[in-house]
């Protein structure tokens, strides 16, 4: 009868092995990524890897076009549980924890591709970690081009916008008047009203990625764009914390590297994307404006006036420096590399300067203000409400 024994022994541990495998676990992840887009399609291959990876044991099911709602909404349903995963811009990722929008509340910081990635990469494991401590864990980082100003008509320098009608996000009053006490006119109005204003004349300038003027056309709306690359676009794929440890350790390091690698195409995609259509736009009528080097002078010392505002009040003090101290290794590893000259990797970020005029100090608050928070939820999907900003909470 030992021989039964030693059987029955076998079969309970296989069937203890077989049970820890085959706990499925459903993904259910939301996003405002249009369907059938590049990146939408990244996720279903990503789907695709993980229930071969996982023999089965993983689904991802994606929710696209911001059928779930906007991004502040799905962080809600994650803590509800109602869904356990998304993806979502720096602002959505900041209704967790506002670490996040160092790599992109702060104006014309970042100067190329190169810059952002090395931040990113350095940052990362504080990021992850201030995720984690809420409950998340990131599963990639994407980004998705650089912010630009579209116009009726040429505008290349703060006072040019200061005689247009500039797009601004309804509900935000306290924007809107200080718009007006510095010589703008702000427009109020909703983001599914872009095309009407532009074409009804009730506004004639709108800050938005290239991606999503091409979207909507822009060039026959708004045909002058300021080649000034104001603020990269960043944001990352997370899930529960809770449900990501449901999946046996052994396969959570090879889905891992899968999404990882899902990061790396979406980063591709984005950027050539947006590249592109700056392309075809200049191709049926968009008139690009580069920036003269007196006018580029002018919009670099608005960014850097801002910066030290912004530490402490829109970005942690400790990510803020964080960022600028990469951002100095990195230029200085570059002067001393790039056999072009000492030039391109020069290091002007300010550290803290003396108090600042008070008219140049809300004129770059207003810039930011008009482009940083509405731009991350309008690259994705152009025809949705906005929604206010909540402080940062755990995933409960």
Same mark, same amino acid.
């Given at each position: 009868?030992?021989?039964?024994?030693?059987?029955?022994?076998?079969?309970?541990?296989?069937?203890?092995?077989?049970?820890?495998?085959?706990?499925?676990?459903?993904?259910?992840?939301?996003?405002?990524?249009?369907?059938?887009?590049? %990146?939408?399609? @990244?996720?279903?291959? &990503?789907?695709?890897?993980?229930?071969?990876?996982? +023999?089965?044991? $993983?689904? *991802?099911?994606?929710?696209?076009?911001?059928?779930?709602?906007?991004?502040?909404?799905?962080?809600?349903?994650?803590?509800?549980?109602?869904?356990?995963?998304?993806?979502?811009?720096?602002?959505?990722?900041?209704?967790?924890?506002?670490?996040?929008?160092?790599?992109?509340?702060?104006?014309?910081?970042?100067?190329?591709?190169?810059?952002?990635?090395?931040?990113?990469?350095?940052?990362?494991?504080?990021?992850?970690?201030?995720?984690?401590?809420?409950?998340?864990?990131?599963?990639?980082?994407?980004?998705?081009?650089?912010?630009?100003?579209?116009?009726?008509?040429?505008?290349?320098?703060?006072?040019?916008?200061?005689?247009?009608?500039?797009?601004?996000?309804?509900?935000?009053?306290? %924007?809107?008047? @200080?718009?007006?006490? &510095?010589?703008?006119?702000?427009?109020?109005?909703? +983001?599914?009203? $872009?095309? *009407?204003?532009?074409?009804?004349?009730?506004?004639?300038?709108?800050?938005?990625?290239?991606?999503?003027?091409?979207?909507?056309?822009?060039?026959?709306?708004?045909?002058?764009?300021?080649?000034?690359?104001?603020?990269?676009?960043?944001?990352?794929?997370?899930?529960?914390?809770?449900?990501?440890?449901?999946?046996?350790?052994?396969?959570?390091?090879?889905?891992?590297?899968?999404?990882?690698?899902?990061?790396?195409?979406?980063?591709?995609?984005?950027?050539?994307?947006?590249?592109?259509?700056?392309?075809?736009?200049?191709?049926?009528?968009?008139?690009?404006?580069?920036?003269?080097?007196?006018?580029?002078?002018?919009?670099?010392?608005?960014?850097?006036?801002?910066?030290?505002?912004?530490?402490?009040? @829109?970005?942690?003090?400790?990510?803020?420096?964080?960022?600028?101290?990469?951002?100095?290794?990195?230029?200085?590893?570059?002067?001393?590399?790039?056999?072009?000259?000492?030039?391109?990797?020069?290091?002007?970020?300010?550290?803290?300067?003396?108090?600042?005029?008070?008219?140049?100090?809300?004129?770059?608050?207003?810039?930011?203000?008009?482009?940083?928070?509405?731009?991350?939820?309008?690259?994705?999907?152009?025809?949705?409400?906005?929604?206010?900003?909540?402080?940062?909470?755990?995933?409960?």
């Amino acid at each position: 009868m030992n021989w039964i024994r030693g059987l029955t022994l076998v079969f309970v541990a296989v069937l203890f092995v077989d049970s820890d495998r085959a706990a499925s676990v459903d993904i259910r992840l939301g996003t405002i990524l249009p369907s059938g887009t590049p %990146q939408h399609k @990244l996720l279903l291959e &990503l789907n695709e890897r993980w229930r071969k990876d996982s +023999a089965g044991g $993983v689904k *991802l099911t994606v929710f696209p076009d911001g059928r779930l709602g906007d991004e502040a909404e799905m962080v809600g349903k994650i803590r509800t549980r109602q869904i356990n995963a998304g993806l979502f811009s720096a602002v959505g990722l900041s209704e967790i924890d506002s670490g996040v929008t160092g790599l992109q509340v702060m104006p014309m910081m970042f100067r190329s591709w190169d810059e952002v990635d090395y931040v990113r990469d350095k940052m990362r494991p504080m990021l992850e970690s201030r995720l984690r401590a809420k409950g998340c864990v990131v599963l990639f980082w994407a980004d998705a081009g650089w912010v630009r100003f579209f116009s009726k008509m040429p505008a290349v320098t703060p006072d040019d916008f200061r005689k247009t009608k500039l797009f601004a996000w309804e509900g935000n009053d306290s %924007q809107i008047e @200080l718009m007006r006490s &510095l010589g703008f006119q702000p427009v109020p109005s909703a +983001a599914t009203d $872009v095309v *009407l204003g532009l074409s009804t004349n009730r506004f004639n300038a709108v800050p938005l990625p290239p991606l999503v003027a091409l979207a909507i056309q822009m060039q026959k709306h708004a045909p002058h764009m300021l080649e000034l690359n104001w603020t990269p676009i960043v944001g990352a794929a997370i899930i529960r914390a809770d449900v990501w440890e449901k999946i046996p350790p052994t396969d959570r390091a090879t889905l891992q590297a899968a999404a990882d690698i899902t990061g790396g195409k979406f980063r591709k995609v984005g950027r050539g994307d947006n590249d592109d259509a700056i392309t075809a736009m200049r191709k049926s009528g968009l008139q690009a404006h580069p920036l003269k080097v007196e006018d580029e002078k002018e919009w670099q010392t608005l960014a850097a006036e801002l910066r030290p505002k912004v530490r402490g009040r @829109l970005v942690p003090p400790d990510i803020f420096d964080g960022v600028e101290k990469h951002l100095r290794d990195f230029r200085v590893e570059t002067t001393i590399t790039d056999e072009r000259g000492p030039e391109r990797g020069k290091v002007d970020l300010p550290h803290f300067k003396p108090p600042i005029s008070t008219e140049a100090l809300q004129l770059a608050l207003v810039l930011a203000a008009l482009v940083l928070i509405p731009t991350a939820e309008f690259l994705l999907r152009t025809y949705m409400t906005r929604t206010a900003k909540k402080p940062d909470r755990d995933i409960e």
